[in-house]
């Protein structure tokens, strides 16, 4: 996990969290999460890939184009669904997690936590809800600086690309 930033101005900001799915492909029921990340206000993020359980077979060469993580390495690399989802709820604990992608992403956490047999601690939400909390000209604020930052495809990378811009426009705003 990446250390806290140092920096005074940070400690003014509220901890927002932002998770990210990376997936076999978009095929639902079939699918299966590969990769989940975090990122929060704070600069605090991690990333876990998952080894397929046995029953996890669909796999999409397009997915697998686009964020760059073979199924080998999951086969190599990746940590039991189990290990994910203890680790996912003991990073994230009871907190209000915001998603850019609720049906899939919430698909897909629902498809881990069943499989590990555990229950999940933490709220997932949509980004848009974000609204209520920042007040309507953050988000817009929020929504525009997304816009314009890249997708990198990857589930640290892409939940830090909203917790960087949450944190740009709480800046411009505090």
Not at 65 to 81: D, K, M, Y
Not at 89 to 117: H, P, Q
Request: charged share 25%.
């Amino acid at each position: 996990m990446m250390a806290s930033m140092d920096n005074q101005a940070t400690t003014r900001l509220p901890l927002i969290t932002f998770l990210d799915v990376e997936a076999s492909g978009l095929l639902q029921p079939d699918s299966y999460p590969i990769e989940i990340g975090w990122a929060d206000t704070l600069g605090n993020s991690d990333t876990l890939l998952i080894h397929p359980c046995d029953t996890w077979s669909h796999w999409d060469r397009h997915a697998e184009a686009l964020h760059g993580i073979t199924r080998s390495q999951l086969l190599e690399e990746g940590i039991p669904v189990a290990e994910a989802a203890h680790r996912l709820n003991e990073m994230l604990g009871v907190e209000t997690v915001y998603c850019d992608a609720l049906e899939y992403d919430g698909f897909w956490l629902s498809r881990l936590f069943e499989a590990a047999g555990v229950e999940r601690s933490f709220t997932l939400a949509d980004v848009h809800q974000l609204h209520d909390v920042l007040g309507a000209e953050r988000a817009a604020l929020l929504r525009d600086i997304v816009r314009e930052m890249p997708t990198p495809h990857r589930a640290r990378e892409d939940a830090a690309r909203y917790a960087e811009a949450c944190r740009e426009a709480l800046g411009r705003i505090y």
